[in-house]
């Protein structure tokens, strides 16, 4: 059973602080890793994407990839209050579809 | 570009009822994905399809979930009878897989299904 653990929160940050999201993967052949946003209400959009060890940067987010330690997080920074939202990071590994944590919730308080 | 296109939005209806739902995806993309999400299980893959045909449907929780598609631009997920535990949000998404499916996948907007 390939799983993908993150932690529920709430993560509340104030404002201007960087917000760090973490996730764990089971499946060590896993290759292609993603964050996506889900503001209540709303569906999934994807606001990164990364493939190999490092780190990945896209203006205020940085994904960071582990594949020896099955992590992979992400990092925001000057965080806002437009950033509070729940953080789903999703995984796979090639011929199989994404695997999907239950998400971290975020809230920056201003 | 249009994005993945669902129908209804939201719908409310009594138990025992069907209820079809629908999607249609980014043209081009040839993986279709329907998933329901709860507060309780969070993001669920029920089914998969690869160029219309199914792959995997061992995510459908029982024989009163069926799901098609007919062609490439249209797929119905439809629920026969309906009960109360069906109520969720039910997203439909879609990527190019390019032979891999590595490709991150694009979601619709859901629909909220309540059933009373």
């Known amino acids: 059973q390939k799983e993908v653990e993150q932690n529920s929160g709430p993560l509340s940050v104030p404002e201007g602080a960087i917000a760090s999201l973490n996730c764990t993967y089971s499946d060590r052949g896993s290759q292609s890793f993603f964050w996506y946003r889900q503001y209540s209400g709303k569906s999934p959009e994807l606001i990164m994407s990364i493939y190999s060890n490092g780190d990945k940067e896209d203006g205020r987010f940085t994904a960071q990839l582990n594949k020896a330690s099955q992590y992979v997080s992400l990092l925001i920074r000057d965080s806002q209050p437009s950033d509070s939202a729940t953080y789903l990071c999703?995984?796979?590994?090639?011929?199989?579809?994404?695997?999907f944590g239950k998400g971290t919730r975020l809230s920056v308080i201003a | 570009d249009a994005g993945v296109i669902q129908s209804p939005r939201h719908e409310v209806t009594e138990m025992g009822q069907e209820v079809t739902l629908r999607c249609k995806p980014i043209?081009?993309?040839?993986?279709l994905f329907w998933y329901r999400q709860t507060m309780m299980r969070g993001l669920e893959l029920l089914i998969y399809f690869n160029n219309n045909v199914p792959i995997d449907d061992s995510g459908m929780p029982e024989d009163r979930f069926s799901a098609k598609m007919p062609n490439a631009s249209f797929s119905t997920l439809k629920i026969q009878p309906s009960e109360p535990r069906d109520s969720a949000v039910y997203f439909c998404?879609?990527?190019?897989?390019?032979?891999?499916?590595?490709?991150?996948?694009?979601f619709g907007d859901g629909t909220r299904l309540s059933i009373l």
């Open positions: 998404a879609s990527s190019l897989g390019g032979g891999r499916g590595n490709q991150p996948q694009h």
């Open positions: 999703a995984v796979n590994g090639g011929n199989t579809p994404l695997v």
């Open positions: 043209s081009g993309h040839d993986y």
